[in-house]
């Protein structure tokens, strides 16, 4: 071999640095697990490392649901998917819950959520752990929406900071801005469904009258439809059931007293973006129409 030739390649190896190696996340190497929780159902789904869902099933409560039957259908869904899919405990990151109502997420604990029977100041995420034997993280529902959508976004948000509102069996809201979550303390807020829009009207599930929960709550919209309509679940709202005059007429009135509740928000908050989120996208917009046509007002 030509010595000269040998330092000139050296040379040229050292100026373009050494070769690229090529690396490939290894899907199995770590799991995690989340829980969306609701009154009435929970899903439980499983990831792996790269991300992609392995598992992903929703379990209905039982009627009576209370706190202590929450941990053990919780628990008994968990253990149960991490055996069909035979992982170990140590491949396990840990177990997110979101929940509705006010959350200490320091402690793991639910400060109240009046919907399931004896959820104040009950430890959640320390029960749930004692079971399953992986750490267990509590949030609130909304929050981890609103940090969701912050980050990666949505075909409607623009830069900036970002009010959410859950509209589902009760009205939940979560605000983002510079990289947190607006909190007190180790505490989450914005329990905005127990926000009064009428001292005379209906009693909320709190204790309190005319919150925003008696009037947009899931329940509450598939009662009064039901009186003009044959329905049974918000999810049957389509765009021939958004057409009927009755329907129309019930929910452009559920839209100005949203409108009333966003308008109250927008002042205290001042968003750079306000999301709707609710389990119909056809009935989210239809909300929007209704706010858009009064803020022009």
Known sequence: VDSNQSDHEEVFQAARGRRPLQYSL???????????????????????????IIYENRVDFPADVNAECLVQEVSREYLEAARKKRIRKDKILGLGIGIPGRVN??????????????????????????????PVYLHNNCSIITKSAYHYGTDVTTPGSLLMLLLRFGIGGGFYSDEKHIEFGDKT???????????EGPVCSCGSRGCLDTYLGEDVIIKELQEVIPISSIKEIDAEVLDDVNVKKILEEKGRILYKAVRTLF???????????????????????????????
């Open 26 to 52: 290894i899907s199995e190497a770590r799991y995690a697990a989340g829980v969306d929780l609701t009154p009435r159902y929970f899903v439980l789904v499983i990831v792996d490392f790269a991300g992609n």
């Open 105 to 134: 997420t320091v402690s793991g604990i639910s400060m109240g959520y009046p919907r399931i029977p004896n959820m104040t100041d009950f430890p959640v995420a320390g029960r749930i752990s004692e079971k399953i034997k992986v």
């Open 189 to 199: 807020i914005l329990e905005i469904g127990h926000m009064p829009v009428s001292l």
């Open 267 to 297: 002042q205290t908050f001042f968003p750079d973006n306000i999301l709707l989120v609710s389990r119909n996208s056809l009935l989210s917009q239809f909300y929007v129409n209704v706010i858009n046509r009064e803020l022009n007002k």
